[in-house]
């Protein structure tokens, strides 16, 4: 495998902030907004004072496909040129993750209300049937990191203990043990999307806490090689990561205890990881700072596609109601780290 000519891109990472609407709920209980953003989509204020300023910031009424053309289209476009690509979605639980990345079945969603996924799905086989100097394959997995271990979500028999991530001759990341489907169409990837959320959202009888408490990461894998003659390059690869996090808030105390109690320190323990290494990604020009991607899981797997040759954009989901103010402080300090 050759890697294409380095591009250079002034930000390692670019941060996004989506506010989500006051649901139903909020409403009849009559919720009041605690959060502005200014005109030029750039600010956005918590409470009187707190002012924080992002790549975008996307108020409730900012649509799936203005989110998807702003923060994703063009990692989709470098991921094609070779490059690889991370999208992450952070956030409290019930801030909106899911529904922003569309990592759940989509079968039954008009198109307005499609998220992420499908979107880069969509937009990746429309480029590749356009694009005729190249042959491609694409592969994806999809998996979910719980408690510091990786499950495949698509074929759950696996066992968690005969995956693990290893990097292969060329320093890539590795995840052994986890099969990787060849997929030739949209309609194969959606069904591979669907199957895979089907399994995170059933597998479990508390399963609102464990999906909450989990990472779920979709991985698409692009190989070209090209077919013009006078090509000396053999084969391109580039992975494409579309993260739905663990929920960002902090595990209640009160009545943690056992097994539930290590639950939720572990999975603060890997967003924390992530934020270690997203800061260090904003440092390392100015230091040349050690980035401690072994300090989780999750963020060894996504070494390879964070910071370095490959774009990363994460989307910091927030929740206008009064209630969650504190939480949303919360995630906007996480995400403001990130620049
Ligand atoms: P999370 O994955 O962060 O726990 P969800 O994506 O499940 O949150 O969102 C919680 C609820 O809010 C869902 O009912 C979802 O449909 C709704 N929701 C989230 N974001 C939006 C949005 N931008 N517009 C409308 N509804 C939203
Ligand atoms: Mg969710």
């Known amino acids: 495998?050759?890697?294409?000519?380095?591009?250079?891109d002034d930000a390692a990472v670019r941060v996004a902030v989506r506010a989500r609407p006051l649901l139903e709920r909020e409403l009849s209980e009559?919720?009041?907004?605690?959060?502005?953003?200014?005109?030029?989509?750039?600010?956005?204020?918590?409470?009187?004072?707190?002012?924080?300023?992002?790549d975008h910031v996307f108020g409730p009424h900012v649509g799936q496909e203005e989110v998807y053309m702003?923060?994703?289209?063009?990692?989709?476009?470098?991921?094609?040129a070779g490059y690889n690509a991370t999208v992450l979605a952070y956030g409290q639980t019930g801030s909106g993750k899911t529904h922003t990345m569309g990592s759940a079945n989509s079968n039954?969603?008009?198109?307005?209300?499609?998220?992420?996924l499908p979107r880069v799905i969509r937009q990746l086989y429309k480029s590749i049937e356009e694009e005729n100097r190249a042959e491609f394959l694409v592969k994806c997995s999809f998996v979910e990191i719980h408690n510091e271990e990786i499950k495949d979500l698509v074929?759950?028999?696996?066992?968690?203990?005969?995956?693990?991530?290893?990097?292969?001759?060329?320093?890539?990341?590795?995840?052994?043990?986890?099969?990787?489907?060849?997929?030739?169409?949209?309609?194969?990837?959606?069904?591979f999307l669907e199957i895979g959320s089907t399994y995170r959202t059933t597998g479990s009888t508390l399963m609102n806490q464990h999906s909450s408490r989990s990472h779920a990461i979709f991985t698409i894998i692009v190989e070209q090689r090209s077919i013009e003659?006078?090509?000396?390059?053999?084969v391109i690869t580039a992975k494409f990561h579309l993260v739905d996090l663990a929920g960002?808030?902090?595990?209640?105390?009160?009545?943690?205890?056992?097994v539930r109690f290590k639950e939720s320190i572990t999975i603060n323990s890997g967003l924390l990881a992530l934020g270690n290494v997203i800061s260090a990604l904003g440092d390392e020009r100015k230091r040349g700072q050690h980035v401690p991607?072994?300090?989780s899981k999750l963020t060894r797997l996504l070494q390879d596609s964070l910071g370095g040759n490959s774009r990363t954009c994460m989307i910091a989901c927030i929740s206008l109601a009064d209630i969650n103010q504190e939480e949303t402080l919360n995630t906007l300090k996480y995400a403001n780290r990130a620049r």
């Open 108 to 116: 039954f969603l008009q198109e307005h209300e499609l998220g992420i």
């Open 155 to 191: 074929h759950p028999e696996t066992p968690s203990k005969s995956i693990f991530i290893r990097e292969d001759a060329n320093g890539d990341l590795v995840l052994a043990g986890v099969r990787e489907e060849v997929v030739t169409s949209f309609e194969d990837m959606m069904k």
């Open 1 to 8: 495998t050759i890697s294409p000519t380095p591009i250079l």
């Open 30 to 54: 009559n919720c009041q907004e605690c959060v502005m953003y200014s005109a030029d989509r750039s600010e956005v204020t918590v409470g009187k004072e707190r002012r924080f300023t992002f």
């Open 248 to 258: 960002s808030e902090r595990a209640k105390r009160t009545g943690a205890v056992g």
């Open 70 to 80: 702003a923060c994703v289209k063009p990692l989709v476009e470098s991921c094609i």
């Open 229 to 234: 003659e006078s090509s000396d390059i053999d």
């Open 293 to 295: 991607y072994r300090q």
